[in-house]
């Protein structure tokens, strides 16, 4: 995470502006992808990364630890406060929300259609989906 996506190195030395960093909403993904594979791979778990009372050792998710959380909360900010516009800003627009809804209400879409089951592998088209009639 640090060295793709923050502007300062492992050291505290300002990167150079000229590399290109990836995204915030990148970084989330990198961080989604650790904790899967040490969750789900390598059976640790989704339980905070902690050091064990009884046995010293390391223990739970080193991607669900407090501090690569609070990495994450400072990448964020800082990633704001540099101008990156955030995820939810950029989600979903008032222009979106109009092109989803006259989409959905196109009059094809109205009309109830006879049910035929398909192979989970059979190509797929825009315009077959449960419509706004499905419950």
């Given at each position: 995470?640090?060295?793709?996506?923050?502007?300062?190195?492992?050291?505290?030395?300002p990167?150079?502006?000229?590399?290109?960093?990836?995204?915030?909403?990148?970084?989330?993904?990198?961080?989604?992808a650790?904790?899967?594979?040490f969750?789900?791979?390598?059976?640790?778990?989704?339980?905070?990364?902690?050091?064990?009372?009884?046995?010293?050792?390391m223990?739970?998710?080193?991607?669900?630890?407090?501090?690569?959380?609070?990495?994450?909360?400072?990448?964020?900010?800082?990633?704001?406060?540099?101008?990156?516009?955030?995820?939810?800003?950029?989600?979903?627009?008032?222009?979106?929300?109009?092109q989803?809804?006259?989409?959905?209400?196109?009059?094809?879409?109205?009309?109830?259609?006879?049910?035929?089951?398909?192979?989970?592998?059979?190509?797929?088209?825009?315009?077959?989906?449960?419509?706004?009639?499905?419950?």
């Open positions: 995470l640090i060295h793709s996506c923050d502007e300062i190195n492992l050291d505290g030395t990167k150079d502006p000229s590399v290109e960093r990836a995204s915030y909403t990148h970084a989330q993904k990198m961080r989604a650790a904790t899967f594979g969750g789900r791979m390598h059976n640790l778990g989704m339980l905070a990364w902690h050091r064990s009372e009884i046995t010293g050792s223990l739970g998710n080193p991607s669900v630890s407090e501090t690569l959380s609070s990495y994450m909360l400072s990448l964020r900010r800082r990633k704001i406060q540099k101008g990156e516009t955030t995820t939810s800003a950029r989600a979903v627009t008032a222009e979106l929300l109009e989803l809804f006259d989409f959905n209400n196109q009059p094809e879409f109205h009309k109830r259609c006879q049910y035929e089951p398909t192979a989970r592998n059979a190509p797929k088209k825009l315009t077959d989906w449960a419509g706004s009639q499905a419950r």
